[in-house]
């Protein structure tokens, strides 16, 4: 056979596919499974972890520490109880909201332009060859990899989610006249997004033969476009956040404020390909502290309006992912599995805020605004990477207390 | 295309961590295209189900061996574990017929390459999947696996002159479906 008769049939059959059988999801998330164990040390409670969960307790010990030290009488004490009771009151007749903030399909057709690399001495091969000559066909890859140095066993890269926000916000502020101020809100950002699928870029890495030669430079190069659609949908929930936050009024006007945030995201993710589609149920838990600087612009005896502009910090604490494969009509449901996010997740806002106090201690607000979240350059594509600057309503319940 | 690359480590490396949903990400893309590698070697469905699976099992569990040499090293380590399954598969299952090409070493004169420019990659597909289990198995290696006759010896424990003769006999019985396809498509050789 010649030598182009033989690259002509390679070419033809280079990216030859058939629906590939049914098989033992059981059994790979087995193997899957295995390999996390092997990684796990990375996976144990994190130094941060700890951290966070320190300075929550220090942070809510010095606000009603603080608390009690400027309104020692009884009848703010009272409030003070009746505070804590609104605020888990008030998360809980807050559902999520199940309409879905963004639903956004992409369909990637991939026209990758891939590099077919052709060996022209197979000689060469036989140093890269799974299949190498001297040994029987039972070895394992792993024996025939071998002599590949296992340099990657070092490296860590941080695992990301696609992510989307749904969060709330509870946070302790202070009104003109008092010092200290507690707060509940619902954090509602609507933001648009777009899934960027990390699904293409890899797509167009394949290479288009089952051999490969990493001596490119003595190989016959084919370009070809491999086309194939693989179709993501990604929804996200309603964002909401809720949080505890200190408001330390610093003048008539001007006060700062810094606290905690919980934030609960959830989203579904849909990937399709040929017969093969999965979907993925993902719940991501943040932990944020943020600091804000607000300016009080004009107040009456119901209602004020004022500025606020600050920035937040952001770990996630918990994610898990449920995901459902459907391969040939046929449905799986993997067990669900812990998902990380290591890179910290900065954001700065600035907002506009209205107040109704509806009595002395107790008012209601809402605070329209726009934050912005740093690229914290995650792999996967996050809902705050894919639309960083995004609209913000706040709105809530705030808890007043004054020294009187 | 650094960004391609990344992609395709990625891949690799959540699959180490253990990642579910790398998985999906790795079967959505590579199961269909490894499955027709596997197809070559493999024509008994129940067969080829269980290389296909074995093929998936070998490729998480040894993918700390991977090492990304750039793009499209993960199909390419992949679909090189895919023909390691389909060989241990043939040799588990077809072990005589492999056997018998110690000994079927008549060889026959060399036809001409026919044009394959108009046959459509399923045709051609199935015309080599038509093959008889030996001949299949050397033609495969030697032209889809870039192998050398005398390789191709040491892999299916034969002779290397046993290996060409079966090549050439492979050849020819191809040749003679590519020629007829192309007769009965009317087109001119």
Redesign the interface.
């Given at each position: 056979?010649?030598e182009?008769?033989?690259k002509?049939?390679?070419e033809?059959?280079a990216?030859?596919?058939?629906?590939?059988?049914?098989?033992?999801w059981e059994?790979?998330?087995k193997?899957?499974?295995?390999?996390?164990?092997?990684?796990s040390p990375r996976r144990e409670m994190p130094l941060w972890r700890i951290q966070v969960a320190a300075a929550a307790v220090i942070l809510l010990i010095a606000g009603i520490g603080w608390r009690m030290v400027i309104s020692p009488d009884p009848v703010t004490k009272t409030t003070s109880r009746s505070t804590a009771k609104s605020e888990f009151m008030a998360l809980d007749l807050e559902p999520l909201p199940e309409q879905h903030a963004v639903v956004q399909t992409t369909t990637t057709p991939v026209h990758s332009r891939?590099?077919l690399?052709?060996?022209q001495h197979?000689e060469e091969?036989?140093a890269v060859?799974?299949?190498t000559?001297?040994e029987?066909?039972?070895?394992?890859?792993?024996e025939?990899?071998?002599q590949?140095?296992?340099?990657?066993?070092v490296?860590q890269?941080p695992?990301q989610?696609q992510t989307q926000f749904a969060s709330r916000n509870l946070h302790h502020r202070r009104s003109t006249g008092s010092k200290l101020t507690a707060k509940v809100y619902m954090g509602n950002t609507m933001s648009g997004s777009s899934n960027a699928s990390?699904?293409t870029?890899?797509?167009?890495?394949?290479?288009?033969?089952?051999?490969?030669s990493?001596a490119?430079s003595n190989s016959v190069e084919l370009m070809f476009n491999q086309t194939s659609d693989?179709e993501q949908h990604v929804s996200h929930h309603q964002p909401l956040r809720f949080g505890v936050s200190l408001r330390y009024q610093l003048s008539e006007r001007w006060s700062v404020e810094s606290g905690l945030t919980y934030s609960l995201l959830s989203s579904d993710i849909t990937?399709?390909?040929?017969n093969?589609?999965?979907h993925?149920d993902q719940k991501l838990t943040y932990v944020g502290i943020p600091v804000n600087v607000n300016y009080l612009l004009w107040s009456n005896r119901h209602f004020s309006v004022y500025g606020s502009a600050g920035t937040m910090v952001e770990k996630m604490v918990h994610g898990h992912?449920t995901?459902q494969?459907y391969v040939g009509g046929k449905a799986t449901t993997?067990p669900s599995?812990h998902?990380a996010i290591r890179p910290l997740q900065w954001s700065f806002s600035g907002a506009a805020g209205v107040e109704y106090k509806i009595d002395r201690v107790l008012s209601f607000y809402a605070e329209p605004g726009l934050s912005y979240h740093v690229d914290n350059h995650s792999?996967?594509p996050t809902y705050y990477q894919d639309k960083p600057l995004g609209f913000n309503l706040n709105m809530g319940l705030r808890f007043n207390f004054s020294r009187k | 295309m650094e960004q391609r690359n990344n992609q395709e480590e990625s891949l690799a490396l959540r699959l180490r961590d253990g990642d579910s949903q790398a998985l999906r990400d790795f079967y959505a893309l590579y199961a269909d295209y490894l499955t027709g590698v596997c197809a070559r070697y493999i024509t008994d469905d129940e067969d080829l189900k269980d290389v296909v699976q074995d093929t998936l099992l070998q490729i998480i569990s040894h993918i700390r061996d991977f090492t990304y040499r750039g793009n499209g090293s993960l199909r390419a380590w992949a679909s090189r574990i895919a023909v390691n399954e389909s060989l241990k598969n043939l040799k588990r299952q077809h072990f005589d017929e492999l056997a018998r090409l110690c000994w079927d070493v008549a060889s026959e004169p060399e036809e001409d390459d026919p044009p394959l420019k108009n046959i459509p990659p399923e045709v051609l597909h199935q015309m080599i999947r038509e093959l008889p289990t030996g001949y299949r198995t050397v033609f495969n290696l030697y032209v889809f696996e870039d192998k050398s006759h005398q390789e191709i010896a040491d892999i299916l424990g034969i002779k290397r002159d046993t290996s060409c003769s079966q090549f050439c006999r492979a050849k020819n019985m191809l040749a003679k479906k590519i020629i007829a396809y192309n007769q009965s498509k009317q087109i001119p050789r």
């Open positions: 056979m010649k182009d008769s033989r002509e049939m390679q033809k059959l990216n030859y596919c058939q629906a590939a059988p049914d098989v033992s059994a790979l998330e193997a899957l499974a295995a390999n996390k164990a092997a990684a891939a590099l690399a052709v060996k197979i091969q036989a060859a799974a299949v000559p001297s029987t066909v039972t070895e394992t890859p792993s025939k990899t071998q590949q140095p296992a340099d990657r066993s490296e890269r695992y989610e990390a699904i870029p890899m797509m167009a890495a394949a290479t288009p033969i089952g051999t490969f990493d490119l693989i990937r399709r390909s040929n093969f589609n999965y993925t992912q995901t494969s993997a599995e998902v792999e996967v | -």
